[in-house]
């Protein structure tokens, strides 16, 4: 129990903590859309959600931006390990789920731009883009008959030079993938959710959850408070382990940085490297930049912020030698955010009992997935 336990008080209870209706664990995208659309369900209903940082920080304001639908490499090895089905289950999903938040916010309040996405390929990754040139029109086809869009993917190695990619060989374009402000669209979110009579608590953990059966759910947290709610929706997504500890959902940090103002910035879009696990972008008249947990799994796989100067020196050389090459670009924020992932990349969404629900598992993809996931979430509570 924390060092600040203390008893609540009578007003504290009576004004802040009264028995809800409908509590929900994390305050991030998916958390906050679930709320929201509980209001709509339930106009009357007594709503909150528990944070245990002074913010959302897990990964819903740590994530690079990426209104992200994925790339080709990417999407050919999902489609190698889990069927072409699945993935284009999850494709489905992180389409509907951006029109969603983009319906929700408006594109103009999260900072919402249709650059596009590039893959890159380098001389040595020859094999592996024919593999995916080659795939493309199955793709497309199968995209088109997915989600009414067409011609999603393309070869574009005129967007070498335009981008200042010099060291890069062959690019295919992604044309639904977009970047917003991250910042501003959580901001957003926990405006709109005040604004809908919805109590957040930060700096609230979650020590114990106990399900009382008909008597809905008790919550004991690390202030040695218990408080009340008849229904339950854990949305902690990469932390859910810690509240639920046979849950298939690991904890994988991700480290980020971002440059120094630069003078003259060509690169414009979301750019995506070696299956996904290197990406960046522009961002204002910077760079951000941000993966290489594959070059350390193991040290990465763990719910603990920070850095490590292993993937640091590595994200640099990238940022120098592919990004910005030969330019010797200086860094000048340094963070880390924590998704959840697993074998395969559906989300966890079901209910565990009659009380309590679960919607964890963005697998990478909450700021295209988090709106959808956190609505089903809803619906289960209210059920």
């Known amino acids: 129990m924390s060092e600040l336990s203390y008893q609540l008080s009578y007003w504290e209870k009576e004004a802040f903590l009264q028995d809800f209706d409908f509590l929900i664990v994390g305050s ?14 339930s106009p009357a209903a007594r709503i909150g959600i528990l944070e245990r940082g002074p913010m959302p920080i897990g990964a819903s304001t740590r994530n690079a931006g990426f209104a992200c639908f994925g790339s080709v490499s990417e999407l050919l090895e999902d489609i190698e390990l889990n069927g072409s089905e699945a993935v284009m289950k999850v494709l489905k999903m992180r389409w509907d789920g951006l029109q969603k938040l983009r319906e929700r916010l408006g594109d103009k309040r999260m900072g919402y731009v249709g650059y596009g996405g590039y893959e890159l390929f380098q001389k040595k990754d020859k094999t592996l883009f024919e593999k995916c040139k080659s795939a493309i029109p199955d793709l497309n086809i199968a995209l088109q008959e997915l989600i009414g869009e067409d011609a999603i993917f393309s070869c574009s190695d005129e967007g070498i030079s335009k981008n200042g990619l010099g060291n890069t060989q062959h690019l295919i374009f992604n044309r639904a993938e977009g970047q917003i402000h991250t910042g501003w669209m959580m901001h957003s979110l926990l405006s709109l959710a005040r604004q809908a009579g919805i109590s957040i608590f930060t700096g609230i953990e979650v020590a114990e959850i106990q399900d009382l059966g008909m008597g809905g759910v008790r919550i004991n947290t690390g202030l040695g408070w218990e408080i009340k709610t008849g229904k339950l929706l854990i949305a902690t997504n990469g932390f ?15 480290q980020v940085l971002i440059t120094k103002p630069l003078s003259s910035l060509r690169l414009k879009g979301c750019f995506h490297y070696d299956h996904g696990y290197y990406y960046f972008r522009n961002i204002n008249n910077r760079i951000l930049l941000g993966g290489g947990r594959n070059l350390a799994l193991e040290t990465e796989s763990t719910s603990t912020f920070g850095t490590t100067e292993f993937i640091k ?21 340094w963070w880390s955010g924590i998704l959840g992932v697993g074998k395969e990349k559906l989300p966890i969404i079901k209910e565990l009992s009659e009380n309590v629900a679960v919607a964890v598992r963005m697998g990478g993809m909450g700021v295209a997935i988090g709106s959808l996931i956190g609505e089903k979430g809803a619906d289960l509570m209210n059920g």
Request: proline share 6%.
């Open 28 to 41: 991030g995208i998916v958390g906050l859309n679930a709320a929201l659309k509980l209001r709509t369900l």
């Open 240 to 254: 859910a382990r810690k509240l639920l500890p046979t849950i298939e959902v690991q904890p994988a940090r991700n």
């Open 313 to 333: 020196k590595h994200l640099i050389q990238f940022l120098n030698e592919v990004v910005m090459p030969e330019s010797n670009v200086e860094v000048d924020y």
